[in-house]
């Protein structure tokens, strides 16, 4: 199958107007991390030993670390969008199933869809 028959599948299978919901209901979650992590100030967060595995998670996830994560995520989101937008890209289909993982992450928000679901 070539890159145009795996865009068609892929496109018909969600449609641009369903992959739009997810990244968009994607970016407005990253948006939100942003912000939380972006009004964290200090150094970067450490524990010291014998704090206990909640401090050292809470330390792993600095603010930093987020802000990084949520880059890495709309840089993504950002491929997908081109991808079902018209601009070939040999890896929609795995790009949609990526996006799709990351909305499985907020399958508890209100506004998280069922049919976002891989």
């Known amino acids: 199958m070539d890159h145009a028959e795996v865009t068609a599948r892929v496109i018909a299978a969600s449609g641009p107007p369903a992959v739009d919901d997810l990244t968009t209901f994607l970016r407005k979650r990253i948006a939100e991390d942003k912000v939380i ?36 995520k709309l840089a993504v989101l950002n491929e997908l969008d081109l991808a079902v937008h018209g ?5 929609i289909d795995a790009l949609l199933f990526v996006a799709q993982q990351m909305g499985a992450v907020y399958a508890a928000h209100p506004d998280y869809k069922e049919n976002w679901r891989p």
Request: proline letters at 10%; charged letters at 30%; aromatic letters at 4%.
């Open 37 to 72: 992590a972006s009004e964290c100030t200090g150094p970067d967060w450490q524990t010291d030993q014998g704090d206990g595995c909640n401090a050292e998670h809470i330390a792993r996830h600095d603010p930093a670390r987020i802000l990084r994560e949520a880059d890495a």
């Open 87 to 91: 601009q070939p890209r040999p890896y």
